[in-house]
């Protein structure tokens, strides 16, 4: 999950609630069926950047988290979810 913004704090700012909601949606069946959940989920956006789930700043600083994924994991592509949770409703 990738947000940008145009400072760190405006990109924590959209990207915190946002993943708050797509948590609650990811969670919901699960509750519902008594199921557990993964136990490697973050269960908060703070812990969603430091697990690496989330990426949020500004282009230049999401640029460089990026590559060194890139690099450290030897991957030739990559694969980011742009909108989730509520974010898309947020910015219109």
């Not at 949606?25 to 969603?48: G, H, M, V």
């Not at 980011?80 to 974010?87: E, P, R, S």
Request: charged letters at 15%; hydrophobic letters at 45%.
């Amino acid at each position: 999950m990738v947000v940008a913004g145009s400072s760190e704090a405006d990109a924590y700012a959209l990207a915190a609630p946002a993943y708050d909601h797509w948590l609650k949606s990811f969670k919901f069946l699960y509750e519902r069926n008594n199921i557990p959940t993964p136990p490697n989920l973050p269960l908060t956006f703070d812990a969603a950047i430091e697990s690496e789930l989330c990426v949020a700043g500004t282009a230049a600083s999401i640029r460089r988290t990026l590559l060194n994924h890139l690099e450290e994991a030897g991957a030739n592509y990559l694969l980011c979810q742009l909108a989730f949770g509520d974010l898309s409703r947020m910015l219109h």
